[in-house]
């Protein structure tokens, strides 16, 4: 059993920066692929990047690419999420999920264990 739990969401101006953070603990974190997902009210949960055990492999959703940079530090038990030329559009709450396995999918059924979740709000 892992838990996750996700922190560093806020408000922040069209064009800003904010970086999440995404703490696991319960098991060996390096033996978990983690992932980054976002939900907007009426939409579904769409997948925005996913990290494999040792952080060398590292996958995008279009949508974010070149913006968000997934990084993880296996000594911190930690997942974070750069955000960069943020748009009102990425305006959701971002959850943080952990997969059993060493490398993670873009469906939300391939991971297990998921966080609360943190809002983010792009707005001026």
């Known amino acids: 059993q892992v838990q996750v739990a996700e922190s560093g969401g806020g408000l922040v101006q069209p064009g800003g920066s904010l970086r999440l953070s995404c703490a696991a603990s319960?098991?060996?974190?390096?033996?978990?692929?983690m992932a980054w997902f976002r939900q907007a009210p009426g939409k579904e949960r769409e997948f925005i990047s996913t990290i494999n055990w040792s952080g060398e492999s590292t996958r995008y959703a279009d949508s974010v690419k070149g913006r968000f940079t997934v990084s993880r530090d296996n000594a911190k038990n930690t997942v974070y999420l750069q955000m960069n030329s943020l748009k009102p559009e990425d305006t959701a709450v971002y959850l943080c999920?952990?997969?059993?396995?060493?490398?993670?999918?873009?469906?939300?059924?391939?991971?297990?264990?998921w966080g609360q979740g943190t809002q983010v709000t792009v707005s001026s």
């Open positions: 999920a952990g997969a059993s396995g060493h490398y993670g999918g873009t469906r939300r059924v391939d991971y297990d264990y």
């Open positions: 319960g098991r060996t974190f390096s033996d978990y692929a």
